[in-house]
């Protein structure tokens, strides 16, 4: 089976983590999630792919979510 995450976000990509977290985490740690599909806006992926006050951001191949995984 193939288990995929598809998350709609703005600005705060927090609903992103937190959904992954839980399903690492939580009763449900035997779903690997083996893809992330994320619909946003420009804005919204501004904020995932870049970090205007210098904090890591969310993707990319040092981000967070790469550290989760």
């Not at 927090?14 to 959904?19: D, G, H, P, Q």
């Not at 939580?26 to 690997?32: G, N, Q, W």
């Not at 599909?37 to 995932?48: A, C, K, Y």
Request: glycine share 8%; aromatic share 8%; charged share 20%.
């Amino acid at each position: 089976m193939r288990h995929v995450l598809f998350s709609v976000t703005g600005l705060v990509p927090n609903v992103i983590t937190e959904a992954f977290y839980i399903l690492r985490r939580s009763k449900y740690d035997t779903v690997r999630i083996k893809e992330i599909f994320i619909l946003t806006t420009q804005s919204g992926h501004d904020v995932l792919w870049k970090r205007s006050d210098g904090s890591q951001h969310l993707l990319g191949k040092n981000g967070v979510l790469k550290q989760l995984c």
